[in-house]
Structure formats: C-alpha cells, structure tokens
Nanobody, 124 residues
Framework: QVQLVETGGGLVQAGGSLRLSCAAS????????MGWFRQGPGKDRDFVAG??????YYADSVKGRFTISRDNAKNTVYLQMNSLKPEDTAVYYC???????????????????WGQGTQVTVSS
C-alpha cells in the first residue's frame, strides 16, 4: 500500500513558477513509476508527466516548461512548473504505478495509487 500527499499548490501570476511535491509512504518507493496528472474545471483528468528510475516523459502541453524529478531517499517526487499559463490552472494529482515495465504510461487506469490533489491557479 502506498499513500501519497501532494503539497505546493497555490495562486501564481502567468509567467511565474511553482514546485509541487508528492511525499510517498512505503519502503519500496524506488520501485514505482510516478506520475503527475491534472484536472481543470469541467475537464477530464489528463497526464502531465511521468518518471521511472531514470526516464521521464511529458505531455506536449508542458514540455519545456515543466520538469519532473524524484528523490528516492526522501520518497518524494517533484514537479517544477515554470512559465505558467492560465490554462495550467487545475487540481494536480500525484500517482504511483507498481510495474516492471520500462515504459511510462500516460493512462490513468495504469496507476494504482493516487493523492488527494493540490490546487494550482494561474491568474492572467
């Protein structure tokens, strides 16, 4: 069982930056693929970024602006968000996937554990 807790959301002006953190419980954090998803008002929950032990993968909408990273010693995954836009406004969710696959999945259904989400609001 893995429990995930996101922090770091807030209100920021367009062009600004935020860093989200996701703290995970459990001793096998390094075995999990980790992902960030987001759900804007009235929208579906969409993939943002994912990370394995050494690989990363990004949605086209955030490529070059967002960076996902992990610190296995701290059981934490991060999402550094730069050059934020109003359309980045959403609730951001952290997710964990227990898999032996080397591929990063953008599909919600492939992730086993979810955090409660943190709100990010970007004003214009």
């Amino acid at each position: 069982q893995v429990q995930l807790v996101e922090t770091g959301g807030g209100l920021v002006q367009a062009g600004g930056s935020l860093r989200l953190s996701c703290a995970a419980s459990g001793r096998t954090f390094s075995n999990y693929h980790m992902g960030w998803f987001r759900q804007g008002p009235g929208k579906d929950r969409d993939f943002v970024a994912g990370i394995t032990w050494s690989r990363t993968y990004y949605a086209d909408s955030v490529k070059g602006r967002f960076t996902i990273s992990r610190d296995n010693a701290k059981n934490t995954v991060y999402l550094q968000m730069n050059s934020l836009k109003p359309e980045d406004t959403a609730v951001y969710y952290c997710a964990a996937r227990n898999t032996f696959s080397s591929l990063i999945s953008p599909s919600l259904g492939d992730y086993n554990y979810w955090g409660q989400g943190t709100q990010v609001t970007v004003s214009s």
